[in-house]
């Protein structure tokens, strides 16, 4: 499944650092963002547009992530030659992200009560 | 007891709407209204602009903002804080001035609070970029030099009795901040309570992204009403917890979901949030709905401040100059990429010098990067961008895009073209007495 399916995520800018969030729906879901949402993954995802280090904080108690990724945004919003100066549309391509299905996982139901 | 203080955000940005915080003042039983305007470049525009017109340089919709809410606040009691004085916040508080007189509204105290310009104390003193380590005079044709104030000289208008404060360059949640401190008495060494009150200014300086803004993704998130967003209001109680809701019957919603969005944005260590009044501490933040548009914050902390202050600076770095096109139809791709080859090869046979060029297909790779696997698109939009040292090599850019109307690939469509100033910002560590807040009053 997507990783849209499970959390939900939004970008942040400062100079030439992008953050992005990423949250559970469900904290019973946060562990399966641990697992397949590492570093490495979200970097290899960013091919072509991140090309510093991608740094992961945990915030279990929110069921949260948070990945700041360096040398991310062409130089900053301000220099930038990119359409997207901020990198904003950064988190909706990150929701594109595999994570494999899971015998006795409860899908989460698409909808926002 | 003290009671709790509500406090509004009635704008995330400079161009934000204006409605939601007329509908704060007036149903919001709000005692503050916060304006939140001013991006990190906004400063450098804003001093450009005032070298140009010594009256000009405050935020340019400052009159029409004042003009929506500031009768209503001054007949309610509402106390108005916003930092939309840019890089004028003297002209700023005399037009404010103004525009009370000219609506008959009297006995308002305005206070203008500067002393964040340091560009003077940069002459001599050679600053390492936070950036790059390079040193500041690397850095050619620097325009503003702003250093991030606390809320200090807020919380000092604040008990002068000012109805109005606008204030240059502060950190965003210092605003928010500021009257949390003022009502409650918190001690400026109570690193805890900082870090509760920063929480909460970080959770509203950008007004509707935490009441459903900036959130719908249906069918998975979805927010009604968002034509007319509610802007949030903080319900902060003596000891820094608080609740985040907005307005009755206004549009968008306040949930767990919302806020964690927010408490995240531009965050990086979230236990290391520097500002110029704490090092707060996010990571044991809890978010609980505990009710319809009624989320309650809890576990801010904060440890204390650092010994310096940031500064951003401002510097001209040439010019941008872009162009797009689009292509349709059966082999758009083709096309597309055709044109972006055409236009390659003029910018190099007419020796357009470029300190970096960029070459996209909007709908293919302009936000992803280089496409991994290409679908076939119905259309496709060229852009190409270029960063030069002088305004003329910029518009050649578009230039070549546009030629391709003519001398292209078949079929081209919807030519634009700009040209604009990059005036991009860099930032520097200074020690704290280097700059010097100062308040100015205004009586009406």
């Known amino acids: 499944m997507k990783l849209r399916e499970l959390a939900h995520s939004r970008t942040g800018d400062k100079g030439d650092i992008s953050n992005i969030s990423l949250i559970a729906f469900e904290p019973e879901h946060y562990a399966l963002l641990e697992k397949y949402v590492t570093p490495e993954r979200v970097r290899q995802h960013f091919t072509g547009i991140v090309y510093g280090q991608v740094t992961r904080y945990t915030l279990p108690a929110l069921g949260a992530l948070n990945f700041v990724m360096e040398r991310a945004l062409g130089g900053g919003v301000t220099r930038t030659l990119a359409l997207d100066a901020h990198g904003k549309c950064l988190s909706s391509s990150l929701m594109a992200l595999d994570i494999p299905e899971l015998d006795g996982l409860c899908k989460p139901a698409a909808g926002d009560a | ?444």
Not at chain 2, 110 to 135: N, Q, R, S, Y
Not at chain 2, 310 to 330: C, L, N, R
């Open chain 2, 1 to 444: 007891m003290k009671k709790a203080v509500r406090i509004g955000s009635g704008a995330g940005y400079s161009g934000d709407r204006i409605e939601p915080a007329l509908e704060l003042a007036e149903k919001g039983n709000i005692q503050y209204l916060v304006f939140e305007c001013l991006a990190e470049r906004t400063i450098a525009l804003a001093q450009q602009a005032k070298l140009k017109d010594p009256e000009k340089g405050y935020d340019p919709l400052l009159v029409d903002r004042m003009e929506a809410v500031l009768r209503v606040c001054r007949e309610k009691g509402i106390r108005i804080i916003t930092n939309m004085g840019a890089a004028n916040p003297i002209a700023g508080a005399n037009k404010i001035a103004e525009v009370a007189r000219a609506r008959g509204i009297e006995g308002l105290k305005i206070a203008a609070i500067t002393g964040d310009d340091v560009l003077e104390h940069l002459k001599g003193v050679d600053f390492p970029l936070m950036e790059t380590g390079a040193p500041v005079s690397s850095l050619k044709n620097i325009v503003s030099a702003n250093a991030y104030l606390g809320a200090s000289p807020i919380v000092a208008a604040l008990k002068e009795n000012a109805d109005v404060i606008i204030t240059g360059r502060v950190a965003d949640p210092a605003l928010f901040l500021a009257p949390l401190i003022h009502e409650f008495g918190w001690s400026m060494e109570d690193w805890d309570l900082l870090g509760k009150g920063t929480v909460v200014g970080h959770l509203l300086e950008c007004a509707g992204q935490i009441t459903g803004g900036y959130f719908a993704d249906p069918p998975v998130k979805n927010v009604a009403g968002l034509a007319r967003l509610g802007f949030p209001i903080a319900e902060v109680s003596p000891d820094g917890s608080a609740i985040i809701t907005k307005a009755e019957n206004s549009g968008g919603k306040v949930t767990a979901r919302t806020c964690k969005e927010q408490l995240l944005y531009e965050i990086h260590d979230p236990s290391r949030y520097l500002t110029p009044d704490v090092v707060a501490d996010f990571s044991a933040v809890t978010i609980t709905e505990i009710g319809p548009d009624r989320v309650q914050i809890n576990g801010g902390r904060g440890r204390p401040k650092t010994d310096t202050l940031k500064v951003s600076v401002g510097h001209v770095e040439g010019h941008i100059g872009e162009g797009q096109i689009s292509y349709a139809g059966p082999g758009a791709l083709e096309r597309g990429q055709l044109a972006l080859d055409i236009v390659r090869e003029r910018l190099s046979l007419a020796g357009v010098r470029t300190q970096e060029l960029r070459f996209d297909l909007i709908g293919l790779d302009a936000i992803h990067g280089p496409a991994r696997s290409m679908g076939v698109p119905r259309e496709v939009r060229v852009r190409v961008a270029g960063r030069t040292d002088t305004a003329k090599e910029a518009a050649r850019i578009g230039n070549e895009v546009e030629t391709l109307y003519t001398n292209g690939p078949a079929g081209g469509g919807g030519a634009t073209k700009a040209t604009r100033e990059v005036v991009a910002v860099a930032s520097i560590l200074i020690s704290r007495d280097t700059a010097t807040p100062k308040i100015h009053y205004l009586g009406v």
